[in-house]
């Protein structure tokens, strides 16, 4: 089949890289413009276009889809189907119904839990025992489509999102590859989603990532793994941002929540419902990344100290 591939950022990219190693045909790829990168704001180019200009493949960056002008691009390509795969942007009506095959997305999640932008880690903060990757048809709603194809995976006990989002990136590329198989052999089933089973997954935002110790040390475990290695879950102590790299629950006790309980080589915070975050690893601001022991080694951290 001939395919447009639309998608930016690296979790994409896998998707891509097996659809040209395969039989088919991509004959152009979609990406949001290049961005201004790091603290001297180069611009750069995402990881999907960098490989479509290595193999050779025309690349479009519109900053939108709803002038007209996309789609005479994709008239001019012929694609028998786009596939979407994180591309940031929304399709209009007269794309979506413009190839053969229609519009098929590649979401990382099981559909309809976790519908919208961040579901890899929402999975984790939620306290997923399970996720995978849902291969649907797309429509104009946000993950609405019918569903052509699920793979599940177990969600590790200390997975954070990053070793996540490397995971699902090749499970969602192979099965792609599967389902596309199905759509050209015409054996594809459209299962439609049940919407009251359906939740959302909104973006993250910085502020999400401040932990709050009214919580219970197993929520607050799920955000750490959830937002590494970005935002990164952090706290406030003695006036200065502490990201927390990893951590984990323990026993607490009957001490007043956000109060550091054990401060000898371990370092211990009490948490709600008579439960504790021990941390692991940490990043001070300002410093690099290090062990909650080393942090103790060379500042004093009293016992019944509150973090903010």
């Known amino acids: 089949m001939r395919i447009v591939f639309m998608g930016t950022p690296d979790y994409s990219l896998k998707t891509l890289e097996y659809l040209v190693k395969s039989k088919h045909e991509v004959v152009g790829v979609f990406a949001n413009p290049d961005k201004p990168v790091g603290r001297k704001q180069i611009l750069t180019a995402p990881p999907t276009k960098v490989f479509a200009i290595e193999n050779n493949i025309p690349v479009f960056q519109p900053k939108t889809l709803r002038d007209g002008e996309a789609l005479k691009i994709l008239k001019e390509l012929d694609p028998d189907v786009i596939v979407v795969v994180a591309y940031g942007k929304i399709l209009p009506k007269e794309i979506l119904e413009f190839p053969k095959y229609g519009c098929i997305n590649g979401h990382a999640s099981i559909l309809p839990r976790h519908r919208g932008a961040s579901p890899i880690q929402w999975a984790i903060v939620s306290g997923d025992k399970k996720t995978g990757v849902t291969i649907m048809y797309m429509d104009e709603g946000m993950d609405t489509g019918d569903i052509i194809g699920i793979?599940?995976?177990?969600?590790?006990?200390?997975?954070?999102?990053?070793?996540?989002?490397?995971?699902?990136?090749?499970?969602?590329?192979?099965?792609?590859?599967?389902?596309?198989?199905?759509?050209?052999?015409?054996?594809?089933?459209?299962?439609?989603?049940?919407?009251?089973?359906?939740?959302?997954?909104?973006?993250?935002?910085?502020?999400?990532?401040?932990?709050?110790?009214?919580?219970?040390?197993?929520?607050?475990?799920?955000?750490?793994?959830?937002?590494?290695?970005?935002?990164?879950?952090?706290?406030?102590?003695?006036?200065?941002?502490?990201?927390?790299?990893?951590?984990?629950?323990?026993?607490?006790?009957?001490?007043?929540?956000?109060?550091?309980?054990?401060?000898?080589?371990?370092?211990?915070?009490?948490?709600?419902?008579?439960?504790?975050?021990?941390?692991?690893?940490?990043?001070?601001?300002?410093?690099?990344?290090?062990?909650?022991?080393?942090?103790?080694?060379?500042?004093?951290?009293?016992?019944?100290?509150?973090?903010?």
């Open 151 to 308: 793979s599940e995976t177990d969600i590790g006990e200390n997975e954070t999102a990053e070793e996540l989002f490397e995971r699902l990136s090749d499970i969602s590329a192979k099965t792609m590859l599967k389902v596309l198989g199905n759509i050209e052999n015409k054996t594809a089933k459209r299962i439609k989603q049940n919407e009251s089973e359906a939740t959302y997954a909104p973006i993250i935002k910085k502020e999400m990532a401040h932990l709050d110790f009214n919580e219970d040390a197993e929520t607050l475990f799920c955000k750490v793994k959830g937002f590494y290695s970005w935002p990164c879950a952090y706290i406030v102590l003695g006036g200065k941002r502490v990201k927390i790299i990893s951590s984990k629950p323990v026993t607490g006790g009957n001490f007043e929540n956000g109060t550091v309980i054990e401060n000898d080589g371990r370092l211990v915070i009490s948490a709600a419902n008579k439960t504790a975050l021990e941390l692991i690893s940490v990043q001070p601001e300002g410093s690099k990344p290090m062990t909650a022991k080393t942090l103790l080694n060379g500042h004093k951290i009293e016992i019944g100290t509150k973090v903010e």
